[in-house]
Nanobody
Framework: DVQLQASGGGLVQPGGSLRLSCAAS????????IGWFRQAPGKEREGLSC????????WYVDSVKGRFTISSDNAKNAAYLRMNSLKPEDTAVYYC????????????????????WGQGTQVTVSS
């Protein structure tokens, strides 16, 4: 089974930065994508960014484009989400998820497309 563990959340001031990590294990092939999602209190879980392990392509929703950067380190079986210029509205629990078997088309912002999820990590942006 694929297992994921997100970490790196915390309290940061507006305008600050954080880097979230997603440690992954259990993949049986290189055909997968890692997505980052978040869920704020009282809101639906939303997809933010995705990286395809097949071709390295990256995807972002408009609300984080230019501020967040997704990356991966295949040697460490890890993915990262660098978040800059954080705003109070970025406060949420952040999750990483994996989707396998779709080749370079694996990336998605739809949570039901993803097969495996890590536990969340809380990000709070406040002064």
């Amino acid at each position: 089974d694929v297992q994921l563990q997100a970490s790196g959340g915390g309290l940061v001031q507006p305008g600050g930065s954080l880097r979230l990590s997603c440690a992954a294990s259990g993949f049986t092939s290189d055909d997968y994508a890692i997505g980052w999602f978040r869920q704020a209190p009282g809101k639906e879980r939303e997809g933010l960014s995705c990286i395809s392990n097949k071709d390295g392509s990256t995807w972002y929703v408009d609300s984080v484009k230019g501020r967040f950067t997704i990356s991966s380190d295949n040697a460490k079986n890890a993915a990262y989400l660098r978040m800059n210029s954080l705003k109070p509205e970025d406060t949420a629990v952040y999750y990483c998820a994996a989707r396998g078997g779709w080749g370079k088309y694996a990336c998605s912002f739809t949570q039901t497309d993803f097969d495996s999820w890590g536990q969340g990590t809380q990000v709070t942006v406040s002064s």
